[in-house]
Protein backbone atom coordinates (compact mmCIF):
# COMPACT_ATOMS: atom_id res chain seq x y z
CA UNK A 1 0.00 0.00 0.00
CA UNK A 2 1.15 3.29 -0.85
CA UNK A 3 2.00 5.40 2.35
CA UNK A 4 1.06 9.36 2.76
CA UNK A 5 4.60 10.16 2.42
CA UNK A 6 5.07 8.55 -0.97
CA UNK A 7 2.14 10.15 -2.37
CA UNK A 8 3.89 13.22 -1.37
CA UNK A 9 6.97 12.70 -2.93
CA UNK A 10 5.52 11.51 -6.04
CA UNK A 11 3.68 14.66 -6.72
CA UNK A 12 7.05 16.13 -5.65
CA UNK A 13 8.92 14.30 -8.63
CA UNK A 14 6.59 15.80 -10.77
CA UNK A 15 8.07 19.03 -10.28
CA UNK A 16 11.45 18.10 -10.37
CA UNK A 17 10.96 16.76 -14.20
CA UNK A 18 9.11 20.50 -15.01
CA UNK A 19 12.38 21.83 -13.58
CA UNK A 20 14.32 19.71 -16.17
CA UNK A 21 11.82 20.09 -19.10
CA UNK A 22 11.91 24.30 -18.16
CA UNK A 23 15.45 25.42 -17.59
CA UNK A 24 17.46 21.74 -18.48
CA UNK A 25 19.06 21.56 -14.95
CA UNK A 26 18.04 21.74 -11.50
CA UNK A 27 16.32 18.59 -11.28
CA UNK A 28 18.47 16.69 -8.50
CA UNK A 29 18.55 19.88 -6.50
CA UNK A 30 14.88 19.07 -5.91
CA UNK A 31 15.43 15.42 -5.55
CA UNK A 32 17.78 14.72 -3.54
CA UNK A 33 16.03 16.43 -0.75
CA UNK A 34 13.06 14.79 -1.68
CA UNK A 35 14.27 11.34 -1.01
CA UNK A 36 16.14 12.13 1.90
CA UNK A 37 13.56 14.51 3.64
CA UNK A 38 10.40 13.41 2.53
CA UNK A 39 10.96 9.64 2.16
CA UNK A 40 13.79 9.60 4.78
CA UNK A 41 16.35 7.22 2.51
CA UNK A 42 20.05 7.47 3.82
CA UNK A 43 22.14 10.30 1.76
CA UNK A 44 24.18 8.18 0.07
CA UNK A 45 21.41 6.04 -1.27
CA UNK A 46 19.38 8.88 -2.11
CA UNK A 47 22.35 10.18 -4.21
CA UNK A 48 22.20 6.87 -6.80
CA UNK A 49 18.74 7.23 -6.69
CA UNK A 50 18.61 10.37 -7.50
CA UNK A 51 21.49 9.66 -10.67
CA UNK A 52 18.93 7.76 -12.07
CA UNK A 53 15.84 9.78 -11.51
CA UNK A 54 17.72 12.88 -13.53
CA UNK A 55 19.51 10.52 -15.63
CA UNK A 56 16.17 9.02 -17.04
CA UNK A 57 14.39 12.02 -16.78
CA UNK A 58 16.87 13.64 -19.00
CA UNK A 59 17.57 11.18 -21.65
CA UNK A 60 13.58 11.75 -22.00
CA UNK A 61 13.79 15.60 -22.68
CA UNK A 62 17.24 15.00 -24.31
CA UNK A 63 15.48 13.11 -27.36
CA UNK A 64 12.60 15.84 -27.45
CA UNK A 65 15.31 18.29 -27.76
CA UNK A 66 17.13 16.16 -30.37
CA UNK A 67 13.96 15.86 -32.51
CA UNK A 68 14.08 19.65 -32.38
CA UNK A 69 17.63 19.86 -33.44
CA UNK A 70 18.79 21.34 -30.34
CA UNK A 71 21.33 19.08 -29.47
CA UNK A 72 24.93 19.63 -30.58
CA UNK A 73 26.20 15.78 -30.19
CA UNK A 74 29.96 16.91 -31.02
CA UNK A 75 29.62 18.50 -27.89
CA UNK A 76 28.09 16.19 -26.15
CA UNK A 77 30.88 14.13 -26.61
CA UNK A 78 33.80 16.62 -25.89
CA UNK A 79 31.79 16.82 -22.75
CA UNK A 80 30.47 13.55 -21.81
CA UNK A 81 34.04 11.69 -22.10
CA UNK A 82 35.94 13.63 -19.29
CA UNK A 83 32.13 13.52 -17.06
CA UNK A 84 31.51 9.73 -17.73
CA UNK A 85 34.87 9.11 -16.75
CA UNK A 86 34.52 11.03 -13.41
CA UNK A 87 31.63 10.60 -12.61
CA UNK A 88 31.84 6.74 -12.87
CA UNK A 89 35.14 6.70 -10.98
CA UNK A 90 33.69 9.05 -8.20
CA UNK A 91 30.43 6.38 -7.63
CA UNK A 92 32.25 3.20 -8.31
CA UNK A 93 35.53 4.22 -6.32
CA UNK A 94 35.50 6.95 -4.06
CA UNK A 95 32.20 7.21 -2.75
CA UNK A 96 32.24 3.53 -1.54
CA UNK A 97 35.88 4.20 0.50
CA UNK A 98 34.99 7.13 2.62
CA UNK A 99 34.14 5.62 6.23
CA UNK A 100 31.01 6.20 7.65
CA UNK A 101 32.28 8.32 10.60
CA UNK A 102 34.72 10.59 9.25
CA UNK A 103 36.00 12.41 11.97
CA UNK A 104 34.69 11.64 16.01
CA UNK A 105 35.98 13.61 18.78
CA UNK A 106 34.71 14.13 22.42
CA UNK A 107 32.63 17.12 20.95
CA UNK A 108 32.49 16.86 17.54
CA UNK A 109 31.22 14.08 15.39
CA UNK A 110 31.27 14.07 11.05
CA UNK A 111 29.18 10.96 9.36
CA UNK A 112 29.71 10.37 5.97
CA UNK A 113 25.91 11.17 5.19
CA UNK A 114 26.30 15.26 6.96
CA UNK A 115 29.22 15.48 4.86
CA UNK A 116 27.34 14.41 1.43
CA UNK A 117 24.27 16.74 2.50
CA UNK A 118 26.32 19.14 3.68
CA UNK A 119 28.70 19.72 0.25
CA UNK A 120 25.23 18.89 -1.86
CA UNK A 121 23.57 22.06 -0.06
CA UNK A 122 26.89 24.10 -1.01
CA UNK A 123 26.62 22.81 -4.97
CA UNK A 124 23.03 24.25 -4.04
CA UNK A 125 23.77 27.75 -3.62
CA UNK A 126 26.42 27.44 -5.98
CA UNK A 127 23.77 26.51 -8.56
CA UNK A 128 21.17 29.43 -7.21
CA UNK A 129 23.34 32.21 -7.41
CA UNK A 130 24.02 30.83 -11.24
CA UNK A 131 20.19 30.78 -12.09
CA UNK A 132 19.72 34.53 -9.87
CA UNK A 133 21.92 35.69 -11.97
CA UNK A 134 20.89 36.90 -15.75
CA UNK A 135 22.49 34.75 -18.76
CA UNK A 136 24.57 37.27 -20.86
CA UNK A 137 24.73 35.40 -24.25
CA UNK A 138 27.63 35.93 -25.98
CA UNK A 139 27.35 36.92 -30.12
CA UNK A 140 28.62 33.51 -31.99
CA UNK A 141 31.46 33.35 -34.07
CA UNK A 142 31.91 30.18 -35.98
CA UNK A 143 35.66 30.42 -36.33
CA UNK A 144 36.45 30.32 -32.48
CA UNK A 145 38.90 27.50 -31.71
CA UNK A 146 37.61 25.21 -29.10
CA UNK A 147 40.22 25.05 -25.89
CA UNK A 148 39.81 21.42 -25.43
CA UNK A 149 42.26 21.14 -22.67
CA UNK A 150 39.53 23.40 -21.03
CA UNK A 151 36.75 21.63 -21.95
CA UNK A 152 38.69 18.30 -20.99
CA UNK A 153 39.34 20.05 -17.44
CA UNK A 154 35.98 20.86 -16.54
CA UNK A 155 34.30 17.71 -17.63
CA UNK A 156 36.33 15.99 -14.92
CA UNK A 157 35.00 18.80 -12.20
CA UNK A 158 31.62 18.71 -13.28
CA UNK A 159 32.05 14.25 -13.54
CA UNK A 160 33.26 14.64 -9.73
CA UNK A 161 30.90 16.66 -7.92
CA UNK A 162 27.84 15.30 -9.90
CA UNK A 163 28.94 11.86 -8.57
CA UNK A 164 29.80 12.41 -5.06
CA UNK A 165 26.79 14.61 -4.53
CA UNK A 166 24.20 12.83 -6.97
CA UNK A 167 23.73 15.73 -9.04
CA UNK A 168 23.31 15.99 -12.64
CA UNK A 169 25.41 19.04 -12.81
CA UNK A 170 23.67 20.70 -15.38
CA UNK A 171 23.56 24.05 -13.49
CA UNK A 172 27.81 23.43 -14.65
CA UNK A 173 27.21 22.07 -17.63
CA UNK A 174 25.58 24.77 -19.60
CA UNK A 175 27.48 27.79 -18.24
CA UNK A 176 30.35 25.68 -20.12
CA UNK A 177 29.01 25.24 -23.10
CA UNK A 178 28.18 28.73 -23.07
CA UNK A 179 31.15 30.36 -22.50
CA UNK A 180 33.63 27.94 -23.14
CA UNK A 181 31.92 26.29 -26.88
CA UNK A 182 29.84 29.63 -27.45
CA UNK A 183 26.66 27.83 -27.38
CA UNK A 184 23.45 29.28 -28.16
CA UNK A 185 21.06 28.88 -24.95
CA UNK A 186 18.30 26.70 -26.35
CA UNK A 187 20.91 24.45 -27.96
CA UNK A 188 23.04 24.51 -24.65
CA UNK A 189 20.22 23.28 -22.88
CA UNK A 190 19.01 20.53 -25.12
CA UNK A 191 23.12 19.24 -25.50
CA UNK A 192 23.11 19.92 -21.26
CA UNK A 193 20.11 17.05 -20.87
CA UNK A 194 21.66 14.07 -23.11
CA UNK A 195 25.10 15.05 -21.49
CA UNK A 196 23.38 14.89 -17.83
CA UNK A 197 21.42 11.33 -18.47
CA UNK A 198 24.52 9.96 -19.83
CA UNK A 199 26.64 10.77 -16.87
CA UNK A 200 23.56 10.01 -13.92
CA UNK A 201 22.98 6.72 -15.64
CA UNK A 202 26.60 5.63 -15.99
CA UNK A 203 27.10 7.32 -12.76
CA UNK A 204 23.82 5.10 -11.65
CA UNK A 205 25.94 1.85 -13.09
CA UNK A 206 28.96 2.47 -10.83
CA UNK A 207 27.09 2.74 -7.68
CA UNK A 208 25.40 -0.69 -7.98
CA UNK A 209 26.97 -3.21 -5.58
CA UNK A 210 25.73 -7.02 -4.94
CA UNK A 211 25.20 -5.79 -1.02
CA UNK A 212 23.22 -2.60 -2.02
CA UNK A 213 19.30 -2.79 -2.25
CA UNK A 214 17.54 -0.80 -4.40
CA UNK A 215 13.71 -0.55 -4.25
CA UNK A 216 12.75 -0.58 -7.96
CA UNK A 217 8.73 0.20 -7.35
CA UNK A 218 9.76 3.24 -5.59
CA UNK A 219 12.35 3.88 -8.05
CA UNK A 220 10.36 3.57 -11.22
CA UNK A 221 7.00 5.43 -9.97
CA UNK A 222 9.27 8.59 -8.82
CA UNK A 223 10.99 8.35 -12.14
CA UNK A 224 7.52 7.95 -14.17
CA UNK A 225 6.07 10.65 -12.11
CA UNK A 226 9.32 12.85 -13.13
CA UNK A 227 9.00 12.22 -16.82
CA UNK A 228 5.58 13.24 -16.47
CA UNK A 229 7.00 16.41 -15.35
CA UNK A 230 9.53 17.08 -17.95
CA UNK A 231 6.35 16.56 -20.49
CA UNK A 232 4.56 19.35 -18.76
CA UNK A 233 8.10 21.78 -18.51
CA UNK A 234 8.80 21.59 -22.17
CA UNK A 235 5.12 22.18 -22.86
CA UNK A 236 5.49 25.21 -20.50
CA UNK A 237 8.38 26.53 -22.01
CA UNK A 238 6.75 27.99 -24.89
CA UNK A 239 4.30 29.46 -22.42
CA UNK A 240 6.58 30.88 -19.79
CA UNK A 241 9.88 33.40 -19.96
CA UNK A 242 12.16 30.97 -18.91
CA UNK A 243 14.37 33.78 -17.50
CA UNK A 244 11.75 34.76 -14.83
CA UNK A 245 11.11 31.00 -13.86
CA UNK A 246 15.26 30.07 -13.66
CA UNK A 247 15.37 33.42 -11.08
CA UNK A 248 12.76 32.63 -9.09
CA UNK A 249 13.55 29.27 -8.86
CA UNK A 250 16.88 29.96 -7.75
CA UNK A 251 15.78 31.95 -5.19
CA UNK A 252 14.27 28.95 -3.90
CA UNK A 253 17.29 26.46 -4.06
CA UNK A 254 19.12 29.11 -2.52
CA UNK A 255 16.67 28.82 0.82
CA UNK A 256 16.55 25.00 0.13
CA UNK A 257 20.67 25.08 0.26
CA UNK A 258 20.95 27.13 3.70
CA UNK A 259 18.24 24.92 5.39
CA UNK A 260 19.86 22.02 4.84
CA UNK A 261 23.21 23.30 6.15
CA UNK A 262 21.35 24.73 9.06
CA UNK A 263 19.61 21.24 9.20
CA UNK A 264 22.66 18.99 9.22
CA UNK A 265 25.13 20.88 11.32
CA UNK A 266 22.93 22.88 14.02
CA UNK A 267 19.98 20.85 14.25
CA UNK A 268 21.37 17.63 14.29
Known amino acids: MI ?33 VYVLGIEPVLATAYSLFVVGTTALFGGLQKAKQKLVDFKKVVLFGVPTIIAVFITRK ?72 VGAGGGFLIIPALLFLTQTPMKMAVGTSLIIVSVQSLIGFIGDIRPEQKLDWNLLLIFTTCS ?14 EGEKLKTGFGWFVLVMGIYIIIKEIFLK
Do not use: H
Open 3 to 35: SITQVISYVLAVFVGITLGLIGSGGSILSVPIL
Open 93 to 164: LIVPSIPEIIISTSTFTLKKSVLIMVLFAVVMIFASVRMIKPWKEKIINENTKLNYLAIFTQGLLIGFIAGF
Open 227 to 240: IIGVIIGSFLSKKI
